[in-house]
């Protein structure tokens, strides 16, 4: 699946689905720059500090829990890493 059919599938869905917030959307949309452009689907690692940065999410917290949502709901997969230097990888899953 090519990056833009990606990204229209997600924005089409985000935008039915009443669950997600503009925290939810930034912190997906982060995740998408950081993934690979032709294949998005593809697990890549990013650390959480780039993902923060991106989405301009201040808080851990809120960081964590739109991460976890994200993952509940179906968009991503998440593998973390506990090695503080090793990012944690993450994945688009291309049914969104």
């Known amino acids: 699946m090519k990056s833009a059919d990606t990204l229209d599938q997600f924005l089409k869905q985000a935008a039915a689905d009443k669950r997600l917030f503009p925290t939810h959307i930034s912190l997906f949309m982060a995740i998408f720059y950081h993934s690979h452009a032709e294949l998005p689907l593809t ?6 500090r780039t ?11 809120t960081y964590h829990k739109c991460l976890s949502e994200l993952v509940t709901f179906g968009y991503i997969n998440y593998q973390p890493s506990f090695d503080p230097f090793k990012a944690s990888k993450v994945s688009i899953i291309g049914n969104t």
């Open 43 to 48: 697990p890549f690692q990013v650390s959480r």
């Open 51 to 61: 993902l923060m940065m991106f989405s301009r999410i201040k808080s851990k917290a």
